[in-house]
């Protein structure tokens, strides 16, 4: 029998947060990679059995909306009686297969049965340092296609009534240049997706499956109530922003907002790319739900209900709906476009929400080599921290991850240096001129890793390296990202995109991360506020008599 009582159903509600919270512990604290237990460069959530998302744990939020894409991907292709059975797990990694991100990115999903039927599906999933390629890391600007960038799971059964294939986690195993620990942080998946079975075939024991699937179901119609009623509160109509990136393309975003309806449309855009600077049309739906959401209800718990309003139309082909076989490794550089193009469209109609530009690049920096302790190959994937927008309230906040990382960590220095063959000399606050308003930009950082390997190696993807983070209302544009390489023989090298860069011992890695743009007019700044840039070293006196000039 149903039980429709709002408290079962709330205690049912808040149960599924909590499962989805607790599978994100188990990974963490069973990965093998820095930038699974570290960084927390993952994502667990609950769908209903329909793939729908009924509840997501902690992490990126970026990859909020990435994991009920896999599992409907899943339980279309599994759709024959006796394909779905209990203890069965599943992985998919391939954008065009349900994967939706880059191939490093391995999904592990697992069906959870009640009662004789599929009742939901936990989900999880992590960036695993190398699954093949032509580079460590499995990332290259160099390449061409898809298959360049590592080995591709389309939706494949990994465990079967409990019993792992092995096959199937020998052919993963091989194409790695890190076996051992890509199997260790695929189990650290597994064990987070088997936890939130358990804990889900449990709540549905005790209160009954249809009692289960009314919860689950209330839950995103509540998300779906929350986000219209925010929706109409939007100023409606037609926004449009055309702007150059950074390698000369020209982007194109235009916003349609009615009081039933959030379209994006994304048609009028270039090609896919030759090289892997492209997405998947999930990856810009990705895009769309993040601005979204942080317009709409950035408190609530995102589900299946929170999206749908939500209408994006794409052009199949282009930058932003990719066509197999286009390489995608870095997607995330061009999901970022799409959300800074949505955020920079909207900023000046709703200023209460959105602030002026943020550094708005992952800055994923990858690093490379054999330890020289060990003898041992590493690969460091190490996404940057930087400087936010200033609001209408406030300075931007300094040295934080960007929009689409969110919810994330920067590597301790020790845990570099001890597991990889780097010598962390310095992070430091970014003290280039430039965010200056009423109120300033936050700051990006200057970090330094000094290289121990001799057969070291530089892959980075940063975008905003030529046009800065856009600032508002009359403040100053931030600074750019960008990578300098300091060699040891002497020299500096100036990059924003480069694959396979050869380091040597003592070569220095130059991470400068972007200053945010400022907000208002910088000469209505207060004296205090100049002041106390002046004392703490963020800004010198020549650079305030030209910027603040005689107000101050």
């Known amino acids: 029998m149903m039980n429709k009582d709002p408290i079962t159903l709330e205690i049912i509600q808040n149960s599924l947060q909590a499962t989805a919270d607790e599978m994100f512990l188990v990974m963490k604290k069973t ?92 989900a999880a999933m992590g960036h695993n340092s190398d699954v093949g390629g032509i580079a460590p890391g499995s990332l290259s600007g160099d390449a061409t296609e898809i298959f360049q960038e590592g080995l591709r799971l389309p939706a494949i059964k990994l465990i079967a009534r409990g019993e792992t294939i092995r096959p199937v986690l020998e052919i993963i195993k091989v194409n790695s240049r890190m076996p051992e620990v890509l199997e260790g942080d695929l189990w650290a998946t597994i064990a987070a997706v088997r936890t939130g079975a358990r804990r889900l075939a449990e709540l549905s024991a005790k209160y009954g499956a249809d009692t289960f699937d009314a919860a689950m179901t209330g839950f995103m119609d509540m998300g779906e109530r929350i986000a219209r009623a925010e929706l109409a509160r939007l100023p409606q109509g037609r926004f449009e922003l055309s702007e150059e990136q950074d390698d000369g393309r020209i982007f194109k ?105 943020h550094f708005a690049s992952v800055c994923g920096t990858f690093i490379s080599g054999t330890h020289p302790d060990t003898g041992r190959h590493y690969t460091i994937i190490e996404p940057q921290i930087g400087g936010w927008g200033a609001s209408q309230q406030a300075d931007g906040n300094s040295a934080m991850f960007c929009g689409f990382h969110g919810e994330t960590y920067n590597c301790p220095a020790e845990i570099n240096e001890a597991r990889n063959g780097v010598i962390v000399d310095r992070m430091e606050l970014n003290l280039e001129p430039g965010g200056e308003g009423r109120f300033a930009g936050g700051r990006g950082i200057v970090m330094d890793y000094r290289m121990r390997a001799r057969d070291g190696l530089l892959t980075m993807g940063y975008t905003r390296s030529k046009f800065p983070p856009w600032g508002l209302d009359g403040g100053r544009d931030g600074t750019p990202n960008y990578v300098e390489v300091l060699r040891k023989a002497g020299g500096r090298e ?52 030209e910027v603040y000039g005689e107000a101050v």
């Open 31 to 122: 990965a093998m990679s820095s930038i699974i237990y570290e960084v927390l460069d993952m994502a667990t959530g609950i769908t209903d059995p329909r793939g729908q998302l009924a509840s997501s744990g902690a992490g990126i939020p970026a990859f909020v909306g990435v994991l009920d894409k896999a599992v409907k991907v899943i339980v279309q292709k599994f759709d024959k009686p006796g394909e779905i059975e209990p203890g069965d797990v599943f992985a998919t990694n391939c954008p065009y297969y349900g994967g939706v991100t880059h191939l490093n990115d391995i999904i592990v999903a697992m069906p959870v049965f009640a009662e004789g039927r599929i009742v939901a599906w936990s």
């Open 253 to 357: 975003v235009a916003i349609t907002i009615t009081p039933e309806e959030f379209i994006v449309d994304l048609r009028d855009n270039p090609d896919q790319s030759a090289s892997p600077v492209n997405t998947a049309r999930d990856g810009a739906m990705v895009s769309a739900q993040m601005l979204f959401k942080s317009l709409t209800s950035p408190e609530t718990a995102a589900n299946e209900g929170s999206f749908r309003p939500i209408r994006l139309l794409t052009r199949e082909g282009s930058v932003f709906h990719a066509r197999e076989p286009a390489p995608i490794g870095f997607y995330y550089e061009i999901e970022l476009r799409i959300y800074d193009m949505m955020w920079r469209c909207l900023a000046p109609h709703v200023p209460e929400k959105l602030a002026a530009g």
């Open 494 to 545: 100036r990059y924003a995109f480069v694959s396979g860069l050869k380091l040597g011992p003592d070569d220095v890695i130059r991470v400068v991360t972007a200053n945010g743009g400022g907000l208002g007019d910088p000469r209505q700044r207060s004296r205090e506020a100049v002041a106390r840039d002046m004392r703490n070293g963020l800004v010198t006196a020549e650079r305030v008599a």
